[in-house]
């Protein structure tokens, strides 16, 4: 990972702004400056798909700043959430007692450490898929209010995630709604199979949307599968 560096000068050094750009650093680096907030932590996760090794470090930053008592919030990408693997990481955060939130469409990647300091992450093109980014921090009054209140705009328009809205349902029928709607099958089809009325089945169709957070009939099926919720043997095709 390469960390650029951006040293914002005094009052009266102005005149000659300077950027400096440090060589690549390791992750406990860049993972130090994260830690030392004090009061409050904000990460931002945009569509970049983190990979294990950068989850674990960033857990054991966000342990390290629950121990002191910082106030945590974490704001994700939706699409993310089509991978099982972050999934449970986020659910881990939730059940933690951090604030986690979940938005459609997150247009960056950046963290805010209490009202002091910002790093936003870019992606190097084609090389993102391989986890190569760009850091860049600063430290400027100015850029780090303007990311704060980036981050107080998509907060607001985000959903809180609901831990008890992500275990399977208990009951079989709500399970086979599942299986169906991940398959691609109507109301009428659905109905007709389990031998109920199609009006109990738009009910149960409409609940599991509500409980996935899912904006399609579908979504709420394949959400349900990318979740395990379904064993292996009776997985949707």
Known sequence: MTVT??????????????????????????????????????????????GPRELRQEAAVLKSLMRRWVRISVLWDERLLAHPALVEYVLWQARAGIQVRTAPQVPVTMALVDDSTSAVFVDQGEDAAHGTQTVSFSRCPDTVDVLHY???????????????????????????????????????????????????????VAKLMRELNARSRFEAGAQASRLGWFGAADSPE
């Open 5 to 50: 560096t951006l040293e914002i000068p005094s009052d009266s050094d102005r005149e000659r702004p300077r950027t400096r750009h440090s060589p690549p650093a390791p992750h406990s680096s860049l993972h130090a400056t994260l830690s030392s907030a004090r009061r409050e932590f904000v990460l931002v996760r945009g569509n970049a798909v983190p």
């Open 150 to 204: 980036l981050f107080l705009g998509l907060w607001e328009e985000a959903a809180p995630l609901v831990v008890e809205n992500w275990a399977p349902p208990e009951d079989d029928q709500s399970q086979e709604v599942l299986r169906m709607l991940a398959r691609g099958l109507t109301d009428e089809q659905i109905a007709h199979r389990l031998d109920v009325s199609k009006r109990t089945v738009s009910r149960t």
